[in-house]
């Protein structure tokens, strides 16, 4: 059904007598914070979330943070898209907002955070991993590797304003440091994992945090 399908789009294509236009990439959205309502929206992925004023934004996470393969001086690629644009198929992994409840240079010790980045499907590691629960699975098999102390619930599914997530719940034991509890919500929008990752110590900051995802549009 597959060949079947490939042979009718040749098809299409040497059938038209018209000339196709020159097909426009899509253009990636590193997205914005508004100060003012404390919220990031990215249109790439038709997110929002709203965060506690009283945090802190990481403003070292720009675009040193994005891992971008082939990609001459001009961001676009070489694309027709204008300065500072980028493709979005050359993006290979974002880190797009890093929020944390005390200011880095400020505060000693665990700092609870809001982290969301992005991995591109087509360029990750493994090819082999297609679904959301195949790279949420990956992740969970890496955090081991990198924290052999720590411990992850078996994954779920969670909605999320209507949209499916799976969630990776793990527990990191940090001995007299005590514990780090972090969830990592997954959803696979436009070939790329979109993960929305959340990281405390209490019930305090948790409770926050789950009126934080409640209020998520997507």
């Known amino acids: ?89 050359r993006v290979k992994t974002a880190h797009l907002l890093h929020v944390t409840k005390y200011e880095k240079l400020k505060h000693k010790g665990l700092n609870p955070y809001i982290l969301i980045m992005a991995d591109n499907q087509t360029k990750f590691s493994n090819p082999e991993i297609k679904t959301t629960l195949e790279y949420v699975k990956y992740s969970k098999d890496f955090i081991k590797k990198l924290a052999p102390n720590s411990k992850s619930e078996p994954i779920r599914d969670v909605v999320i304003n209507g949209k499916q997530f799976k969630l990776l719940r793990t527990i990191i034991n940090l001995g007299e440091s005590g514990k780090v509890y972090q969830e990592c919500y997954s959803i696979k929008k436009n070939d790329f994992f979109l993960n929305l990752i959340f990281s405390h110590q209490d019930e305090k900051d948790k409770y926050e945090f789950n009126e934080i995802i409640k209020h998520i549009k997507i």
């Open 1 to 89: 059904m597959k060949n079947f399908f490939y042979l009718c789009i040749l098809i299409l294509a040497f059938t038209n007598c018209k000339p196709k236009e020159p097909q426009v990439p899509t253009v990636y959205d590193f997205g914005k914070v508004n100060k003012e309502e404390s919220s990031y929206y990215n249109k790439f992925f038709d997110f929002k979330i709203f965060f506690n004023p009283a945090w802190h934004i990481d403003n070292s996470l720009k675009k040193n943070d994005i891992i971008i393969n082939s990609l001459p001086k001009n961001l676009g690629g070489g694309e027709s898209l204008p300065e500072g644009q980028v493709a979005a198929y």
